[in-house]
T-cell receptor, first 111, second 112 residues
Framework: SQELEQSPQSLIVQEGKNLTINCTSSKTLYGLYWYKQKYGEGLIFLMMLQKGGEEKSHEKITAKLDEKKQQSSLHITASQPSHAGIYLCGAVMDSNYQLIWGAGTKLIIKP | DGGITQSPKYLFRKEGQNVTLSCEQNLNHDAMYWYRQDPGQGLRLIYYSQIVNDFQKGDIAEGYSVSREKKESFPLTVTSAQKNPTAFYLC???????????FGPGTRLTVL
């Protein structure tokens, strides 16, 4: 969706290296969700952010929502093969509560 | 175990045929959703339902139909009116609209 831009589209990272994926909106976000998808499978929920400046971590994955609530980043520390997949951000932009989705970032981990 | 199931995993359809994709959840969620995913694109909402016997069109409802006769079931019919139905279809549910969504494993539909 043009309303929610994800970057980069794809990423190849050496195992053990850190990486960051971004999700940017032109509008203020009511809420921001990060999901992970293995090819040909359903989405797995990672984290949800709602407050400006909020940061959440799970294992080696950290997600942040900026103060203006228009951009979120997903940071993976010391990447592992299990981190490979497609990362999607979804955002609620109005009181209709419909989720708008980014196009996804395909992450490949090189051994 | 609670979760969402979709069937079949793969579906092949001849042009001009209607097909129905199954989605069942045992999470006791009120809201259910159908999305379509195409390569290189984000998920696009086809239909959603917030309560039994009620559903709303999403962004790309043309050529699709749904029903919500039971809380746990939300089948999607892809009709012959859908011009380009080959895609990956994902069903999701949430306790209420706007809350975290749980996804099924998806159905890949191919039109021959």
């Amino acid at each position: 969706s043009q309303e929610l831009e994800q970057s980069p589209q794809s990423l190849i990272v050496q195992e053990g290296k850190n990486l960051t994926i971004n999700c940017t909106s032109s509008k203020t976000l009511y809420g921001l969700y990060w999901y992970k998808q293995k090819y040909g499978e359903g989405l797995i929920f990672l984290m949800m952010l709602q407050k400006g400046g909020e940061e959440k971590s799970h294992e080696k994955i950290t997600a942040k929502l900026d103060e203006k609530k228009q951009q979120s980043s997903l940071h993976i520390t010391a990447s592992q093969p299990s981190h490979a997949g497609i990362y999607l951000c979804g955002a609620v932009m109005d009181s209709n509560y419909q989720l708008i989705w980014g196009a996804g970032t395909k992450l490949i981990i090189k051994p | 175990d609670g979760g969402i199931t979709q069937s079949p995993k793969y579906l092949f359809r001849k042009e001009g045929q209607n097909v129905t994709l199954s989605c069942e959840q045992n999470l006791n969620h009120d809201a259910m959703y159908w999305y379509r995913q195409d390569p290189g694109q984000g998920l696009r909402l086809i239909y959603y339902s917030q309560i039994v016997n009620d559903f709303q069109k999403g962004d790309i409802a043309e050529g699709y139909s749904v029903s919500r006769e039971k809380k746990e079931s939300f089948p999607l019919t892809v009709t012959s009116a859908q011009k380009n139905p080959t895609a990956f279809y994902l069903c999701a549910s949430s306790s209420y609209r706007g809350n975290e969504q749980f996804f099924g494993p998806g159905t890949r539909l191919t039109v021959l």
